[in-house]
């Protein structure tokens, strides 16, 4: 699992940009249109994708993309078990 490229088709698809190219050090500051409204839409679209759950908590304290990665392996791992 390429997590930075799944996460790529996502906000590529949110924010309607095929030309978004996130990395792990990518901020809400870096992708024009990323407010607190597109990141619920954001948030929801990467649960859908990854079929997983945030928590609100969880949503709220994401700073950068890499914050999300994490959270997401996490998720991803102890859904295995």
């Known amino acids: ?7 790529n088709k996502v ?4 924010f309607n940009n095929p030309e978004i190219n996130v990395t792990s050090e990518t901020t ?5 249109g ?3 409204f597109s990141h619920i839409n954001l948030i929801t679209a990467i649960e ?9 908590t969880e949503a709220l304290s ?3 993309v890499d914050d999300m990665i994490q ?3 996490n998720k991803v ?3 295995k078990r």
């Open 62 to 64: 994401f700073n950068t």
């Open 77 to 79: 791992n102890t859904k």
């Open 48 to 56: 859908i994708y990854f079929d997983i759950e945030f928590t609100q």
């Open 71 to 73: 959270s997401i392996i």
């Open 28 to 32: 809400s500051n870096d992708i024009s």
């Open 1 to 7: 699992m390429d997590i930075i490229q799944d996460l």
């Open 11 to 14: 906000f590529r698809e949110v």
């Open 34 to 36: 990323w407010d607190s």
